[in-house]
Nanobody
Framework: QVQLIESGGGLVQAGGSLRLSCVLSGRTFNIPTMGWFRQAPGKEREFVAGLDWRGVTIRYADSVVGRSTISRDNAKKTVYLQVDNLKPEDTAVYYC???????????????????WGQGTQVTVSS
C-alpha cells in the first residue's frame, strides 16, 4: 500500500502562485509514476501534470502548460506541483495520485492510478 498526503492549498488571488506537496509513505522504495489531478464542483476529475518514476517524461494539461511545474525530491519522497499565474478557473480540489510500481507511462486518466491522496483545496479569487 502507498499512502499519499497533499498539502499547500489555500486561497490565492488571481495572478498568484501556489506550490502543492504530496508526501508518499508506505510500501514504496522509490517514487512511482505520479500524477496531479483536480476536480472542480460539478466537473469531472481532470489531469493536470504527471512525472514518470524515472524522472524522464513530464506531461502537462493544456490548461496549465507554461505556468506549471511538477518536480520531485526522492530523498523526501515528495512530489511538488507549482502553479503560477493562477486563474479563477484553477479553483478545485487538487489530488496527487500514484500508478503501480514499475509503470512508466504518465497516464492522463484517473482510472490508471491506484493510489490517491485526500486532496487539498485551491481557491483563486478574481
Amino acid at each position: 500500500q502507498v499512502q499519499l498526503i497533499e498539502s499547500g492549498g489555500g486561497l490565492v488571488q488571481a495572478g498568484g502562485s501556489l506550490r502543492l506537496s504530496c508526501v508518499l509513505s508506505g510500501r514504496t522504495f522509490n517514487i512511482p509514476t505520479m500524477g496531479w489531478f483536480r476536480q472542480a464542483p460539478g466537473k469531472e476529475r481532470e489531469f493536470v501534470a504527471g512525472l514518470d518514476w524515472r524522472g524522464v517524461t513530464i506531461r502537462y494539461a493544456d490548461s496549465v502548460v507554461g505556468r506549471s511545474t511538477i518536480s520531485r525530491d526522492n530523498a523526501k519522497k515528495t512530489v511538488y506541483l507549482q502553479v503560477d499565474n493562477l486563474k479563477p478557473e484553477d479553483t478545485a480540489v487538487y489530488y496527487c495520485a500514484a500508478r503501480p510500481v514499475g509503470i512508466v507511462e504518465v497516464a492522463t486518466t484517473p482510472t490508471s492510478y491506484d493510489y490517491w491522496g485526500q486532496g487539498t483545496q485551491v481557491t483563486v479569487s478574481s
